[in-house]
């Protein structure tokens, strides 16, 4: 089993920047791609990014690119989220997902991912 914990949320201005953490344990050796999802309240959760083992960065195609920052420190078996000139739409709980086959790329939900607790992130206008 692999245990994935989140940190670095909180309320920010439209405009400002925050970064994401999120720590692996457990079987980490078993991981492949690690990323992050986000969800706003009564919206279906959706994809923000992913980065391999090997370094291959897949973004949500619209929402993020050119804002976010997907990075990881494999030797720490950590992933981050640096995010800038944040929007009130931005607003949601990002969870961090983890999977051990590479499909988190594709940006899609899939049961087998592992995932942390969430994390909220409030940008206010």
């Known amino acids: 089993q692999v245990q994935l914990v989140e940190s670095g949320g909180g309320l920010v201005q439209a405009g400002g920047s925050m970064r994401l953490s999120c720590a692996g344990s457990g079987r980490t050796f078993s991981i492949n791609t690690m990323g992050w999802f986000r969800q706003a309240p009564g919206k279906e959760r959706e994809f923000v990014a992913a980065i391999s083992r090997s370094g291959i960065i897949r973004y949500s195609q619209d929402s993020v690119k050119g804002r976010f920052t997907i990075s990881r420190d494999s030797a720490k078996n950590t992933v981050y989220l640096q995010m800038n000139s944040l929007k009130p739409e931005d607003t949601a709980v990002y969870y961090c997902?983890?999977?051990?086959?590479?499909?988190?790329?594709?940006?899609?939900?899939?049961?087998?991912?592992?995932w942390g607790q969430g994390t909220q992130v409030t940008v206010s206008s």
């Open positions: 997902a983890a999977d051990t086959s590479g499909k988190l790329l594709g940006g899609r939900l899939n049961p087998d991912y592992y």
